[in-house]
């Protein structure tokens, strides 16, 4: 199933003011990560949710998320969002995405109006990763390879398979849709974002489990237009990992080098 197919939510149902609700959800088996939904694509769903009831001069500022149980592809869910506040500024909203009865994913989206100030402090972080030419990581290996990497061209600059037994801990390289959408918003970038594996997996000498327990990103603007076609870079560093648990910075820029968002990563690992 497209990226775009997955991001156009249903009508929803407007329980009151502040909430609104879109049943029968379904995210299918292709964009599946082990015995869950690939984490990107629901927290793009998410975002969609939440962007709803939003007014469109307000974009997005931050987006914190949490993976609390598995959500299970193939089978309908409801995501359900609630306004906490609408200041004169920023608008806070909360939605989660429920199945069987449980919050299995839940999100916290900052929306704020553009304001006028006297204090800039311009954003000097770059690269110097060339552009690529073509994808360039990992084969798609039946019961190894996470089915949703099909959708995602990943090139590594910097950084090793999962499961090698690398010492480093870092990614370096570049990401974009394999079959580009028609339009690329938000919703978008935070599914793509998230396609790259975990900084530590590349560190394990042999399979096992990993996922992430929280997830923030924000987003700055203005920036440049951009397209469903183009290379987004990304940088990942693992500042700290102990007793199961790792925590990873990255920066993404756009294919003219500005700095788009920023990410960081709480990963639970089971070696």
């Not at 793009?44 to 931050?62: C, F, K, N, P």
């Not at 990581?137 to 999962?162: E, M, N, S, Y």
């Not at 390289?173 to 793509?192: E, L, N, S, V, Y």
């Not at 199961?244 to 003219?256: F, S």
Request: net charge neutral.
């Amino acid at each position: 199933m497209k990226i775009d197919e997955l991001l156009a939510l249903p009508e929803p149902e407007h329980i009151n003011e502040h909430q609104w609700q879109f049943d029968n959800v379904t995210i299918t088996g292709d964009w599946s990560q082990g015995r869950t939904a690939f984490g990107g694509i629901s927290a793009g769903i998410l975002y969609q949710a939440a962007r709803h009831g939003i007014r469109e001069d307000r974009v997005l500022r931050s987006f914190n998320t949490n993976f609390i149980g598995p959500l299970e592809v193939d089978m309908p869910f409801s995501v359900r969002a609630q306004l906490l506040r609408e200041g004169s500024n920023v608008s806070q909203v909360m939605v989660q995405a429920i199945q069987k009865g449980k919050v299995c994913v839940m999100s916290q989206a900052c929306f704020g109006l553009a304001r006028r100030s006297k204090i800039q402090v311009e954003n000097r972080d770059t690269h110097s990763m060339p552009l690529p030419v073509k994808a360039k990581f990992i084969p798609q290996i039946p019961k190894v390879t996470p089915k949703f990497l099909r959708h995602f061209d990943l090139a590594i600059d910097d950084g090793g398979i999962p499961f090698t037994g690398r010492s480093k801990s870092h990614y370096h390289g570049f990401m974009r849709f394999k079959d580009a959408p028609q339009a690329i918003g938000d919703g978008h970038i935070i599914t793509m974002i998230d396609a790259w594996p975990p900084t530590l997996l590349q560190m394990m000498r042999f399979p096992a489990p990993a996922s992430t327990v929280s997830w923030n990103l924000e987003f700055i603007h203005p920036h440049r237009p951009v397209t469903g076609a183009d290379w987004f870079a990304y940088q990942a560093h693992t500042r700290q990992a102990a007793d199961g648990y790792g925590h990873t910075e990255a920066t993404i820029w756009d294919k003219d080098g500005e700095v788009i968002a920023l990410s960081r990563q709480t990963v639970a690992i089971f070696d």
